[in-house]
């Protein structure tokens, strides 16, 4: 059984950092496409940033150079580093992995992003 689970959200002032966890289990995680992605009020889930089983990276336009995800295969966790953080980083943010067998999709139960003065 897959799950997820992120934490490290919180409230923060424009132009700080936050960095965000999700542990993981019931996987072969090293060999886990790990994605972030997150949903702000009232629009949908978009993709922030995926790192790959050789640690390759990609982002969303929106958060290049700002955002860094990072993995550690020995503690099953993927991290979402957030610096400079905007008004318009609000959000949910989810961690996710889509099993390549099957297709179904694991979310995490999401961890509250909020960037206000």
């Known amino acids: 059984q897959v799950q997820l689970v992120e934490s490290g959200g919180d409230l923060v002032q424009p132009g700080g950092s936050l960095r965000l966890s999700c542990a993981a289990s019931g996987m072969i995680f090293r060999l886990a496409t790990m994605n972030w992605y997150r949903q702000a009020p009232g629009k949908e889930r978009d993709l922030v940033a995926t790192i790959n089983v050789d640690f390759s990276t990609k982002y969303a336009d929106s958060v290049k150079g700002r955002f860094t995800v990072a993995r550690d295969n020995v503690r099953n966790t993927v991290y979402l580093q957030m610096n400079s953080l905007k008004p318009e980083d609000t959000a949910i943010y989810y961690c996710?992995?889509?099993?390549?067998?099957?297709?179904?999709?694991?979310w995490g139960q999401g961890t509250q992003v909020t960037v206000s003065s």
């Open positions: 996710n992995y889509k099993d390549p067998t099957t297709g179904v999709n694991f």
